[in-house]
């Protein structure tokens, strides 16, 4: 994840990658077999089934990176040059897709549809919410939303200490509770909201803070490794069974904790990986910077290619076995949405993303065209 601001650290890349291919693979299994329906029982599948965990991997990601970045300017951040860099990463794409999405829902249009474009994860007339194509593009308000207020807290928690995220999340817990009793869809209000949402962004900052400098070193072994993926895996199984967002409940008590947990979840997942001692093998970790770097643009254009792969090319008999047809469709699904993301990043987002700017004193340059800062 190259920035203007901080070293490049390729397995940031490699998460971000992840967290894409994890919703990529949980929006397609839905499109063609599961039809957002929850399951019944534990089957091992929930980071699949249930894949839309990779947006909380996205946030936690996001909070980590920032805070390492903060950390490093020892909490000297530039602000409005820090928002101009977030609209030039964000926007440019994001305005496609808003386009895009109002012209899906040209003939239920109103005027103030356009506020929208600041507010895509809440109402219920949002145009990206309008058709799947554009659905994925509700992540984007709660994001930004972050980046308004993260110089502020980042700066906050460095002067006073990790107690001071806790106590944000302390706080933020007082509002879920309220939120629940308040809310009739309330699982919908925690998965979508800045209120659900917040903490997630607070326990990457925290990860960084607390674990950053150990990370450095990359003293973990593939064991601990390995034991931080699998907690996450089973964390994965118990939501897919008793809370999970495809259930048909709109109120469930445990997503008032729920978010947090995944989060502290991820976090030790994201820490773990960054601080391992081995490697990736090189063309798979080349594979995995490159996927890192167009993640953004994987991210939202993925629903596209599943929509006109489900609806062009179905899955076919190719081979007689059902489950072949579907791996290769699978496949070629990947495939193509890999290579409009590659030619949507070097098309919309990559020119502006050379106009960004150092926000931090004395920041490591990377090369033009970089990912994150």
């Not at 601001?5 to 390729?10: G, H, R």
């Not at 490093?72 to 951040?77: C, E, F, T």
């Not at 040209?106 to 929208?116: A, G, M, S, V």
């Not at 600041?118 to 007339?125: I, K, M, P, Q, R």
């Amino acid at each position: 994840m190259r920035s203007n601001n901080l070293q490049y650290v390729p397995r940031l890349d490699h998460l971000r990658f992840a967290a894409a291919a994890i919703v990529f693979v949980f929006h397609w299994y839905h499109h063609f077999f599961g039809h957002w329906q929850q399951g019944s029982a534990i089957r091992g599948v929930a980071l699949i089934t249930d894949g839309y965990t990779g947006v909380s991997l996205f946030f936690v990601l996001s909070g980590y990176l920032f805070m390492s970045i903060a950390l490093a300017s020892g909490g000297a951040i530039d602000y409005a040059s820090f928002i101009r860099n977030r609209a030039l990463r964000i926007f440019p794409l994001f305005t496609f897709i808003f386009m895009v999405a109002l012209s899906l829902q040209r003939d239920k249009f109103e005027p103030d549809h356009l506020l929208y474009f600041f507010a895509t994860n809440l109402g219920l007339t949002a145009p990206t919410s309008g058709h799947f194509v554009t659905g994925a593009a509700w992540t984007i308000s709660v994001e930004f939303c972050f980046y308004l207020v993260f110089p502020f807290v980042a700066r906050f928690a460095i002067e006073q200490g990790p107690w001071y995220s806790l106590r944000l999340i302390v706080l933020l817990m007082v509002f879920k509770v309220a939120g629940y009793a308040v809310s009739e869809r309330s699982n919908l209000m925690f998965y979508s909201t800045l209120l659900g949402r917040f903490d997630q962004f607070l326990l990457g900052m925290l990860a960084a803070q607390l674990f950053g400098a150990a990370v450095a070193r990359r003293q973990v072994p593939s064991g601990l490794l390995l034991l931080a993926v699998g907690a996450m895996l089973v964390l994965l199984e118990v939501q897919a069974r008793w809370a999970s967002f495809l259930s048909q409940a709109p109120k469930n008590p445990a997503w008032i904790f729920w978010p947090t947990i995944e989060a502290v979840g991820w976090s030790l997942v994201v820490v773990a990986y960054l601080g391992w001692r081995g490697d990736l093998p090189r063309r798979l970790g080349a594979l995995f910077e490159r996927g890192g770097e167009i993640s953004f643009s994987l991210y939202l254009w993925h629903a596209v290619v599943i929509f006109l792969v489900e609806r062009l090319v179905g899955i076919p008999a190719l081979s007689g076995v059902r489950t072949v047809d579907a791996l290769l469709v699978f496949l070629f699904t990947a495939g193509l949405t890999y290579g409009v993301s590659q030619l949507s990043y070097r098309t919309i987002e990559q020119p502006f993303l050379r106009l960004r700017r150092q926000y931090t004193p004395g920041a490591a340059s990377s090369a033009p065209g970089d990912r994150a800062g």
